[in-house]
């Protein structure tokens, strides 16, 4: 039973360029959430995907955007990159269910903007 | 709004010796607790949960944690620490009505040989 699964693992970007990456969640999940986690920090929500709309959104400028297509994968946009957006980008899964359902991590993507 | 808290950036044990892992929560609302794992250069793992009923949770690999209203606090704890459990633990507690998590700043666990 494959887990969450993201790529690529690592990125190097300049400043101003865009990216994106990409998340499938744990078989039997449809729900999908993004995390930012800064060097040394908790992660910070970014947003969550359900039925492929933006359900719910953290503190995070326009510049971020994201999708969910009909098999519930999902990718998160960057656009006009800083370097503060270096981090390691999570995604989470986690089925509809209430409150209280797990949300299952992958290991994330290493963005780091020179 | 929902918050946590978690006493101490790094904690060092000796192996064998009881580990013991802070987490206050402030929330409005009876809280949904979570505590994760994450080992270097990996996502975050699941070690165990609190939604309702029993306010102590057992989790994986010997952690467990005690849900104490009164006190706000979620704190995890194993007995005997192994040498496989340095890692960065983080406590996390839903914040919204959708269920997006809001962790800690995460706690740095060394084991001494």
């Known amino acids: 039973d494959a887990g969450v699964t993201q790529s690529p693992t690592h990125l190097i970007k300049t400043r101003g360029q865009q990216v994106t990456l990409r998340c499938s969640p744990k078989?039997?999940?449809?729900?999908v959430s993004w995390y930012q986690q800064a060097l040394g920090q908790g992660p910070q929500f970014i947003f969550q995907y359900y039925e492929e709309e933006e359900r719910q959104r953290g503190n995070f400028p326009d510049r971020f955007s994201g999708h969910q297509f009909p098999n519930y994968s999902s990718e998160l946009n960057v656009n006009a990159l800083l370097l503060g957006d270096s981090a390691l980008y999570l995604c989470a899964s986690s089925s509809t269910g209430g409150l209280g359902q797990p949300q299952h991590f992958g290991d994330g993507t290493r963005l780091s903007i020179l | 709004a929902q918050s946590v808290t978690q006493l101490g950036s790094h904690v060092s044990v000796s192996e064998g010796a009881l580990v013991l892992l802070r987490c206050n929560y402030s929330?409005?609302?009876?809280?949904?607790l979570f505590w994760y794992v994450q080992y270097p250069n990996q996502g975050l793992q699941l070690l165990l949960k609190y939604t309702t009923g029993a306010t102590l949770v057992k989790g994986i690999n010997g952690f467990e944690a005690e849900f104490k209203k009164s006190e706000t606090s979620f704190h995890l704890t194993k007995p005997s620490a192994h040498m496989s459990d340095a890692a960065e633990y983080f406590c996390?507690?839903?914040?919204?009505?959708?269920?997006?998590?809001?962790f800690g700043k995460g706690t740095k666990l060394s084991v001494k040989p």
């Open positions: 078989s039997g999940h449809d729900t």
């Open positions: 929330s409005s609302v009876p809280p949904y």
């Open positions: 996390a507690v839903y914040g919204g009505s959708q269920g997006n998590l809001i």
